[in-house]
């Protein structure tokens, strides 16, 4: 990721190799400047049961999703704030939604991802032993009935549009991924309208029995918890800007040191940033220079 000023006129690096490398970058693009690609684990997760309208797992290690021999069902929630992350108003390129299945009592089945409508909560619920059967849910959690415990009640199952935001088929143990339009329509409108982001619920064959456990955001091997990649663009019409390293001069392609808004914040300012001070040039004019000097 690139320190960014956000202005809308044209940037003149400050020297002749920098000014080719902007070119060219600008070049590649099209119509997009920037580009970057973020990881994120889940701000929430939980799984709900039919079988106890009150059980939940808000912080157990594990989802479920699918349907167990009794017969009951369970659905996983999960979100991911997009907030500092994916500047609002950007491009959302694509997108991959990363699980890992741990265990299964059947073969391959198909488990589909369907937007949520509606907030609701991960409590302190947390089951016992493989946490097959949940836990008494707790104030806040999420469970089939209620989209927070005790009193807001939702309806059976959680409230989710009907259209399928990705699909895939899980088998064995391992890794799967969901991706494709949906996935990307759905994170557009929450990069364009934050308030309406409450994630996605996980749902797997119901009228047969296909439970599947994964790994959930308290999964004690870091590695295994779920994780949502996000490519994003902008517009060159709307960002320029490059990464200054601890020279202030040249462009540094490996860390992310801040973003400064320069249409609400003044030139004349000293902005400390990762144990730097960087002050952008008083006869900046059109040109995107920074001065630097130690913290």
């Known amino acids: 990721m690139y320190l960014q000023h956000k202005f809308k006129m044209q940037i003149k690096l400050p020297s002749p190799l920098i000014r080719i490398l902007f070119v060219l970058i600008a070049?590649?693009?099209?119509?997009s400047f920037y580009a970057a690609t973020v990881s994120l684990e889940p701000s929430k997760d939980n799984t709900i049961f039919s079988?106890?309208?009150?059980?939940?797992n808000g912080l157990g290690r594990y989802l479920f999703v699918g349907t167990t021999k009794e017969p009951s069902l369970r659905r996983s929630l999960i979100q991911f704030d997009l907030s500092g992350s994916v500047p609002q108003g950007a491009t959302i390129e694509s997108a991959t939604l990363t699980l890992q299945m741990n265990k299964s009592i059947v073969g391959a089945m198909q488990i589909n991802l369907?937007?949520?409508?509606?907030?609701w909560g991960e409590g302190t619920s947390n089951a016992s032993g493989q946490e097959g059967k949940g836990a008494s849910a707790s104030s806040g959690?999420?469970?089939?009935?209620?989209?927070f415990y005790p009193d807001d009640g939702w309806s059976s199952g959680g409230d989710f549009l009907s259209t399928v935001s990705a699909?895939?088929?899980?088998g064995g143990p391992g890794s799967y991924s969901w991706t494709g339009a949906g996935l990307v329509n759905d994170l557009q409108n929450w990069a364009n309208n934050p308030s309406?982001?409450?994630?996605w619920i996980l749902i797997g064959p119901e009228s047969e029995t296909s439970a599947k456990r994964f790994d959930s955001l308290q999964a004690t091997t870091a590695s295994n918890r779920p994780m949502l990649s996000i490519t994003y663009s902008e517009s060159a019409q709307t960002w320029a800007g490059y990464a200054v390293s601890p020279d202030g001069r040249s462009v540094d392609t490996e860390s992310f040191l801040g973003w400064i808004d320069v249409e609400t914040a003044p030139w004349i300012y000293v902005y400390a940033i990762d144990g730097y001070m960087y002050l952008p040039e008083e006869s900046v004019g059109d040109a995107g220079g920074w001065s630097y000097t130690l913290k």
């Open 114 to 119: 369907h937007k949520l409508t509606r907030d």
């Open 51 to 56: 079988i106890s309208t009150d059980e939940s």
């Open 141 to 147: 959690d999420a469970t089939w009935l209620r989209a």
């Open 27 to 31: 070049s590649i693009a099209g119509s």
């Open 196 to 199: 309406t982001n409450f994630g």
């Open 167 to 170: 699909s895939q088929s899980v």
